[in-house]
């Protein structure tokens, strides 16, 4: 794993991870830290992309960008459920995004 100091943020990045750091990135949120990224497909797992606002953090399925992604079903229907994390998601992103980068 590489880390980049950068006026007290720091960028990681990781390459052969297991499960996209996942345990990692829920005792850093148990930590109350704010960050957000997302992390490529793996053997048992796809895309995702994640925030994290001061605790509050939430995992959604992510193209391979880190874009949102709502799966949708050939009858064109699709899960409200994931419809509602990508909702809370882009709420904890926006709040991460501000808090780090103080726009």
């Known amino acids: 794993m590489k880390f980049l100091e950068d006026n007290g943020i720091i ?23 704010t960050y957000y990224g997302n992390h490529g497909p793996g053997d048992n797992y796809g895309s995702m992309a994640f925030a994290c606002f001061k605790g509050k953090e939430k995992s959604i ?5 880190g874009k949102p992604v709502i799966r949708i079903q050939e009858d064109g229907s699709f899960d409200l459920i994931e419809l ?17 980068e103080g726009s």
């Open 11 to 33: 960028h990681a990045t990781a390459n052969e991870v297991n499960s996209g750091l996942e345990l990692d990135r829920m005792k850093l949120a148990e930590e109350k830290l």
């Open 84 to 100: 509602e994390a990508v909702l809370q998601y882009l709420e904890i992103l926006k709040k991460a995004k501000e808090y780090i």
């Open 61 to 65: 399925n992510a193209n391979c960008d």
